[in-house]
């Protein structure tokens, strides 16, 4: 394989130019096309990963999904927090309506291979690696996007019906949908030199 000339003006823009982008900001009723969303994974599918363990997985939810994925997330808040005494809800309203707001939700999944016997913090940032490479195709196709952890993310629960064992993780939400308005997000960051020890 030769090596690819890269444009390095592109790659810088995409990658300082990525946004998060929230429910409120969705563009409801017009849903991405699958084909893109394909694609965001595959570049997902080229994220860094020691010993090539790949340890992302997906449940891409989409159509009807978005019902069975916000019915079952508001009905397991609601057993736990019925427990616990604490039920709120416009939580459970928001956990049973989110979804349906997006085009699509892609559950991120830690698939945890122990045979490889590596740190679990290198199989996290692979997957959150991974991740960066879904925002930044979305930001590419100009698509609002966006990663969150709340919701059942840290639920026992949840595991089973997402198919995962003791060891795996969620690791939450990653939400795509097309933008309300045409603005795009302004972004700030602190200078990086502020960040920065250098040892010559």
Same mark, same amino acid.
């Given at each position: 394989m030769?090596r690819p ?5 592109e790659v810088?823009?995409i ?5 998060s982008?929230f429910? !409120?900001? @969705?563009? #409801?009723? /017009?849903p991405?096309?699958?084909a ?5 994974l #595959? &570049?997902? &599918? ?8 790949e340890?992302w997985?997906f449940t891409?939810f989409?159509? #009807?999904g978005?019902k069975?994925l916000?019915?079952?997330q ?8 019925s427990?616990?005494?604490? @039920? ?5 309203q928001?956990?049973k309506?989110?979804p349906?707001k !997006?085009?699509?939700v892609?559950?991120i =999944? ?6 490889? &016997?590596?740190?679990v913090?290198? #199989?996290?940032s692979?997957?959150?690696m991974a991740?960066? &490479?879904m925002?930044?195709?979305a930001?590419?196709?100009g698509?609002?996007s966006?990663?969150?952890t709340?919701?059942?993310?840290f639920?026992p629960? !949840?595991k ?7 060891? /795996?993780m969620?690791?939450?939400? @990653?939400y795509?949908?097309k933008p309300?308005?045409d603005r795009?997000p302004?972004?700030?960051?602190k200078?990086?030199q =502020?960040?920065? /020890?250098?040892?010559r």
């Open positions: 030769e000339d890269f444009n390095i003006e810088n823009k990658i300082r130019g990525r946004r982008m429910v !409120a900001q @969705f563009k #409801e009723n /017009d991405v096309d699958d893109i969303i394909e694609e965001i #595959e &570049n997902a &599918n080229w994220a860094p990963t020691h010993k090539l363990t340890p997985r891409v989409t159509g #009807e978005l069975k916000g019915d079952f508001a009905e397991l808040y609601k057993e736990r927090a427990k616990s005494g604490n @039920f709120i809800e416009a939580t459970y928001k956990l309506e989110n349906l !997006a085009s699509h892609i559950i =999944k830690m698939k945890r291979d122990l045979k490889a &016997n590596l740190p913090m290198e #199989e996290i692979a997957v959150a991740v960066q &490479n925002y930044l195709t930001a590419a196709h698509l609002a966006y990663w969150g709340g919701g059942m993310t639920w629960e !949840a089973e019906w997402l198919g995962l064992e003791e060891d /795996d969620m690791m939450g939400y @990653f795509v949908a309300a308005t795009w302004a972004g700030k960051r200078p990086v =502020k960040k920065t /020890d250098w040892v």
